[in-house]
């Protein structure tokens, strides 16, 4: 569960996660609304999925990213089980 609160905790990876939400989307199309490399954009992904809440399927040289929210779902337990 730390992983999963450090992933969330910088406002790049939320944006990240809020884009996948959308649905499935390549590193490049993630990384188009930064001002980032492809490089830095794959640490931030990196980050999410070890914290399980992305997953990248590779095809060839495409990745694509695909938003889990199991993990943040359990988060959301923990907190509220904080709040009672």
Request: net charge positive.
């Amino acid at each position: 569960m730390d992983a999963v609160f450090r992933a969330l905790a910088d406002p790049t990876r939320r944006a990240i996660l809020h884009s996948l939400a959308d649905g499935p989307g390549t590193v490049s199309e993630l990384a188009a609304p930064f001002e980032m490399s492809l490089v830095a954009a794959s640490k931030h992904i990196r980050v999410l999925e070890r914290a399980g809440l992305v997953r990248r399927e590779v095809r060839g040289r495409t990745h694509t990213c695909h938003l889990d929210a199991r993990p943040m779902h359990r988060g959301m337990e923990y907190l509220q089980g904080l709040a009672q």
